[in-house]
T-cell receptor
Framework: EDQVTQSPEALRLQEGESSSLNCSYT??????LFWYRQDPGKGPEFLFT???AGEEKEKERLKATLTKKESFLHITAPKPEDSATYLC??????????FGGGTRLMVKP | EAQVTQNPRYLITVTGKKLTVTCSQN?????MSWYRQDPGLGLRQIYY???????DKGDVPEGYKVSRKEKRNFPLILESPSPNQTSLYFC???????????FGQGTRLTVV
């Protein structure tokens, strides 16, 4: 059974204070690891897909990295508008998507 | 505009009264899926479909039915809803299971 664990559950940062969110996973036959952003009352919004260990992707203040056991979402110099819940998910050999519980990020001005 | 449309957005119903939540996408995606989101449990996949007439159970399929008769539509059917199906539901579509998924706006269902 595929499993995804995200930590921390919640993270408070000051504007400009960089940090990282962790996603640990176990999956049979990784076909992709995903990061999504979810704002309150809305559907998740796609950020990144990573397919193999060592892969990295960047978008504005966000950078996602992948190893064989975990992924990190690095947030550099965050702004209040980065406040949201960040979700990690894996797609395994069964072609199902398994999500972690999410990290709720709050960035104070 | 590329989008996934769910209806209704909000629904309050009574135990045992059959209901359908519709989902439609305009991106010609092969893969569609349904999730429920509950506090403390996160997003859990209910059913998914890799193509027309092909559906598979996700992690929490009990009490739900789906059908995929057309590529663009993937309705979620609750034949006899119960209070433990009170939740926030999302439909999503993508080219395949391991590509970027587009999510609908969500349907907040309350079963009393």
């Amino acid at each position: 059974e595929d499993q995804v664990t995200q930590s921390p559950e919640a993270l408070r940062l000051q504007e400009g204070e960089s940090s990282s969110l962790n996603c640990s996973y176990t999956v049979s036959g990784l076909r992709g690891l995903f990061w999504y952003r979810q704002d309150p009352g809305k559907g998740p919004e796609f950020l990144f897909t990573l397919y193999s260990a060592g892969e990295e992707k960047e978008k504005e203040r966000l950078k996602a990295t992948l190893t064989k056991k975990e992924s990190f979402l690095h947030i550099t110099a965050p702004k209040p508008e980065d406040s949201a819940t960040y979700l990690c998910a894996v797609c395994g050999a069964g072609n199902m998507l398994t999500f972690g519980g999410g990290t709720r990020l709050m960035v104070k001005p | 505009e590329a989008q996934v449309t769910q209806n209704p957005r909000y629904l309050i119903t009574v135990t045992g009264k059959k209901l359908t939540v519709t989902c439609s996408q305009n991106m010609n995606h092969e893969y569609m899926s349904w999730y429920r989101q509950d506090p403390g449990l996160g997003l859990r996949q209910i059913y998914y479909s890799m193509n027309v007439e092909v559906t598979d159970k996700g992690d929490v399929p009990e009490g739900y039915k789906v059908s995929r008769k057309e590529k663009r539509n993937f309705p979620l059917i609750l034949e006899s809803p119960s209070p433990n199906q009170t939740s926030l539901y999302f439909c999503a579509s993508s080219y395949s299971g391991n590509t970027e998924a587009f999510f609908g706006q969500g349907t907040r269902l309350t079963v009393v």
